[in-house]
Protein backbone atom coordinates (compact mmCIF):
# COMPACT_ATOMS: atom_id res chain seq x y z
CA UNK A 1 0.00 0.00 0.00
CA UNK A 2 1.21 3.40 -0.58
CA UNK A 3 1.00 5.72 2.35
CA UNK A 4 2.10 9.94 2.20
CA UNK A 5 2.94 11.69 5.02
CA UNK A 6 2.67 15.53 5.93
CA UNK A 7 2.94 18.06 7.99
CA UNK A 8 -0.13 20.52 7.44
CA UNK A 9 2.05 23.67 7.38
CA UNK A 10 4.36 21.50 4.94
CA UNK A 11 1.96 20.39 2.58
CA UNK A 12 0.86 23.37 1.54
CA UNK A 13 4.47 24.71 1.26
CA UNK A 14 4.95 22.01 -0.88
CA UNK A 15 1.80 22.65 -2.85
CA UNK A 16 3.29 25.94 -3.81
CA UNK A 17 6.72 24.80 -4.94
CA UNK A 18 4.88 21.94 -7.62
CA UNK A 19 2.63 25.30 -8.69
CA UNK A 20 5.79 27.44 -9.05
CA UNK A 21 7.43 24.17 -10.85
CA UNK A 22 4.45 23.25 -13.46
CA UNK A 23 4.52 19.87 -10.69
CA UNK A 24 1.22 20.86 -9.27
CA UNK A 25 -0.77 18.15 -11.42
CA UNK A 26 1.36 15.48 -10.03
CA UNK A 27 1.53 16.22 -6.64
CA UNK A 28 -1.99 16.33 -6.44
CA UNK A 29 -2.70 13.32 -8.66
CA UNK A 30 -0.23 11.52 -6.40
CA UNK A 31 -1.98 13.18 -2.99
CA UNK A 32 -5.63 11.69 -4.37
CA UNK A 33 -4.17 8.31 -5.74
CA UNK A 34 -2.01 7.03 -2.86
CA UNK A 35 -3.84 4.48 -0.43
CA UNK A 36 -3.55 6.40 3.39
CA UNK A 37 -2.54 9.98 3.06
CA UNK A 38 -1.75 11.25 6.68
CA UNK A 39 -1.89 15.18 7.56
CA UNK A 40 -0.33 15.98 11.00
CA UNK A 41 -0.97 18.93 13.05
CA UNK A 42 -4.10 19.77 11.04
CA UNK A 43 -5.54 23.46 11.11
CA UNK A 44 -2.41 24.20 12.47
CA UNK A 45 -2.71 27.95 10.83
CA UNK A 46 -5.00 29.72 8.25
CA UNK A 47 -4.68 28.88 4.39
CA UNK A 48 -5.54 31.06 1.89
CA UNK A 49 -8.46 30.17 -0.86
CA UNK A 50 -6.18 28.91 -3.60
CA UNK A 51 -5.05 26.25 -1.47
CA UNK A 52 -7.77 25.90 0.40
CA UNK A 53 -9.70 24.83 -3.31
CA UNK A 54 -6.68 22.24 -3.74
CA UNK A 55 -7.39 20.49 -0.47
CA UNK A 56 -10.77 20.50 -1.06
CA UNK A 57 -10.75 18.86 -4.30
CA UNK A 58 -7.93 16.25 -3.01
CA UNK A 59 -10.15 15.40 -0.14
CA UNK A 60 -13.28 15.68 -2.29
CA UNK A 61 -11.75 12.84 -4.67
CA UNK A 62 -10.50 10.65 -1.60
CA UNK A 63 -13.74 10.70 0.00
CA UNK A 64 -15.63 7.19 0.30
CA UNK A 65 -12.10 5.84 -1.99
CA UNK A 66 -9.05 6.14 -0.03
CA UNK A 67 -8.38 6.41 3.98
CA UNK A 68 -6.91 9.48 5.53
CA UNK A 69 -5.81 10.11 8.87
CA UNK A 70 -5.30 13.69 10.45
CA UNK A 71 -3.84 14.24 13.74
CA UNK A 72 -4.93 17.65 15.51
CA UNK A 73 -4.00 19.81 19.02
CA UNK A 74 -7.45 21.78 18.25
CA UNK A 75 -10.67 19.98 17.99
CA UNK A 76 -12.99 19.53 15.06
CA UNK A 77 -15.09 22.53 15.81
CA UNK A 78 -11.99 24.78 15.23
CA UNK A 79 -10.88 23.26 12.10
CA UNK A 80 -13.59 25.44 9.81
CA UNK A 81 -12.26 28.35 10.88
CA UNK A 82 -9.07 27.65 9.08
CA UNK A 83 -10.32 27.81 5.42
CA UNK A 84 -11.43 31.46 4.40
CA UNK A 85 -14.77 29.76 2.50
CA UNK A 86 -17.16 28.74 5.24
CA UNK A 87 -19.18 26.83 2.65
CA UNK A 88 -16.05 25.46 1.54
CA UNK A 89 -14.81 24.93 4.55
CA UNK A 90 -18.31 22.93 6.14
CA UNK A 91 -17.95 20.74 2.55
CA UNK A 92 -14.79 19.50 3.31
CA UNK A 93 -15.83 19.29 6.97
CA UNK A 94 -18.73 16.69 5.93
CA UNK A 95 -16.46 14.67 3.63
CA UNK A 96 -13.51 14.24 6.28
CA UNK A 97 -16.02 13.50 9.46
CA UNK A 98 -18.15 11.64 7.60
CA UNK A 99 -17.89 7.78 8.45
CA UNK A 100 -15.10 8.88 10.34
CA UNK A 101 -13.43 7.68 13.73
CA UNK A 102 -12.79 10.08 16.21
CA UNK A 103 -10.00 9.88 18.82
CA UNK A 104 -9.35 12.29 21.33
CA UNK A 105 -6.54 12.07 23.61
CA UNK A 106 -6.55 13.18 26.74
CA UNK A 107 -3.50 14.55 29.17
CA UNK A 108 -0.44 15.72 29.43
CA UNK A 109 2.07 15.39 25.91
CA UNK A 110 4.03 12.92 25.79
CA UNK A 111 6.85 15.62 24.75
CA UNK A 112 6.71 16.39 28.50
CA UNK A 113 7.24 13.22 29.72
CA UNK A 114 9.67 12.17 27.28
CA UNK A 115 11.70 14.93 27.83
CA UNK A 116 15.40 14.99 29.86
CA UNK A 117 14.91 15.56 33.56
CA UNK A 118 17.19 18.85 34.72
Known sequence: MSVQFFNFYDLFSQLSKADLSNRLDNMLRSLIKTDLLIIDDFAFKK???????????????????????????RSISDWSAVFPDPIMANALMDRLCHNAHQIVIKGESYRKKLRPKS
Open 47 to 73: IDQKYAEYFYAVIDQRYGLKSTIITSN
